[in-house]
């Protein structure tokens, strides 16, 4: 990926957030970015901005991206580096003279893992010094593998890790707005598996344009054989025109 895919810096994908410069562009942003506008249908509000607007990364999690995000030894987390520290001016020897860094990001990875969990769906984030970082600051593993005065700040974080889900976890978490979205989403066919498709770690495993209007979610809205509309009506097949697209880079690609 480069600079010109982070837009707003709250919906960035988890996936360039942990595998940085590596991350592949695609539709993949554009499908996460989707399932978010879908959560937001159902709560009525933004996830990030509003529902989780006083959840912020714990210290010694952040700490951990810091040493990878903004060491310039990091090749992998070029872009990422250029985003956090665009305002920030340093000397000679490398300390800060003007400017802090941006921590936007480091609140957006952290409440995705908030709301979502933590990404078990690809193998590739295994490698990753971020999933490193995240395993040993916010998991039950990470906290006995650590000891002393680290042991005990990785614990206070996998705390919090826990608190924070407790009241904001999609899966059960008990914010009005989520567990409501929750009770919604299981009680219409396929609404909870398609959201949770669209947000998934992997940008190859979410679902498409095409997933999304095949999706039993939408069967209530697809027509049924011998509908009749009148003159009147402007009738618009978005499932045709998804699959016409499709043919059409298909044929593009083989040339």
């Given amino acids: 990926v480069t600079i010109a895919q982070f837009t707003t810096l709250e919906n960035t994908p988890p996936d360039f957030l942990i595998l940085g410069d590596q991350a592949q562009q695609g539709h993949g942003h554009d499908y996460f970015g989707l399932g978010l506008c879908m959560l937001h249908l159902f709560t009525g509000h933004a996830p990030y901005e509003e529902i989780l607007e006083d959840v912020v990364c714990p210290c010694n999690f952040k700490n951990e991206l810091r ?7 990091e090749a992998q987390y070029s872009v990422i580096r ?11 020897d490398g300390h800060i003279i003007e400017g802090e860094p941006d921590e936007v990001l480091y609140d957006t ?23 490193t970082a995240i395993k040993n600051t ?27 889900q407790r009241k904001y976890s999609l899966s059960h978490g008990t914010n009005h707005y989520i567990s409501r979205a929750r ?54 097949s ?9 043919t059409r880079r298909l044929l593009a690609s083989s040339k």
């Fill in 138 to 164: 916010l998991t039950h593993e990470g906290r006995r593998n650590k000891k002393g005065k680290g042991g005990r700040k990785a614990q206070s974080d996998a705390h919090k890790f826990c608190r924070d």
């Fill in 109 to 131: 990875l952290y409440k995705f893992l908030v709301l979502f969990g933590i990404p078990e769906d690809s193998q590739e984030i295994f490698e990753s010094k971020v999933m």
């Fill in 82 to 92: 250029s985003i956090v520290l665009a305002d920030v001016y340093k000397d000679e």
């Fill in 67 to 73: 040493k990878i995000w903004e060491n310039e030894d």
């Fill in 183 to 236: 009770d919604t989403l299981l009680s219409m066919d396929g609404g909870m598996d398609l959201l949770l498709s669209l947000v998934r770690f992997n940008p190859q495993e979410r679902a498409s344009a095409l997933d999304v209007l095949n999706s039993p979610f939408m069967a209530p809205l697809r027509e049924v054989d011998g509908c009749k509309y009148s003159e009147e009506d402007e009738v618009l």
């Fill in 238 to 246: 978005f499932t045709t025109f998804s699959t016409f697209n499709t």
